[in-house]
């Protein structure tokens, strides 16, 4: 019965947990490229986050289609991309917003969101750049480093010279998008007590408690 007991605390918060609340390593104010108007990354609160470091003149450029791809593939499973254009490195990228945004449009057609181009690396870095440099303990070393950030903030940061779409990292994706079925849970409710004594623990899809 106590196996059972744990079952139910466990489905309880799988199905009530507050997921409203935002992690305060995306509560930041970020201004859209070429715009005045600013988001709150906490409106990405629940999705899967690869923040991107990203530039229109560097040898990394053409990852833009892998970026634009894995989004399109992922995006309806709870995937985001978010696009941080920046001139830290050799200033590659535009000094001009409106070509940045030009650019990335017509020449790769990229719909994921991109914001002000800005500083990712020491003390000018942008406010959310900043908090993903001092949680994860490691900052972009070129243009196109890719921080992977799981729905309970775990971060991983991607380098440069890996592309985005390789299978090694659509592996990393869909191993923390993968949602965990609630028809699991209601397989192991439906364990009766004598079941659950002749063991000492259960198997969730997996994940043992």
């Not at 940061?157 to 965990?180: G, Q, R, W, Y």
Request: net charge negative; charged share 30%; with cysteine.
């Amino acid at each position: 019965m106590k196996i059972l007991s744990l079952l139910f605390l466990f489905a309880s918060s799988l199905l009530f947990a507050d997921d409203s609340s935002c992690k305060n390593l995306l509560d930041h104010d970020v201004r859209i490229l070429a715009s005045s108007d600013s988001e709150n990354l906490c409106a990405y609160n629940d999705k899967v986050i690869m923040a991107v470091n990203v530039a229109s003149s560097c040898g990394f450029t053409y990852q833009y289609e892998g970026l634009e791809k894995i989004y399109d593939k992922y995006k309806q499973k709870g995937f985001i991309v978010l696009g941080f254009p920046s001139r830290d490195f050799l200033y590659q990228e535009f000094k001009d917003e409106d070509k940045t945004k030009e650019f990335c449009k017509t020449t790769y057609d990229v719909s994921f969101p991109l914001f002000a181009t800005s500083k990712v690396r020491g003390d000018r870095a942008n406010s959310f750049y900043k908090n993903l440099a001092k949680n994860s303990g490691e900052e972009p070393s070129w243009n196109f480093s890719k921080y992977l950030i799981s729905k309970n903030g775990d971060i991983e940061l991607i380098p440069h010279t890996t592309n985005p779409d390789s299978p090694e990292v659509m592996k990393k994706i869909e191993a923390i998008i993968k949602p965990f079925k609630l028809e699991e849970v209601k397989n192991c409710l439906l364990y009766t007590s004598d079941a659950a004594d002749e063991e000492d623990s259960v198997d969730l899809g997996g994940r043992r408690i």
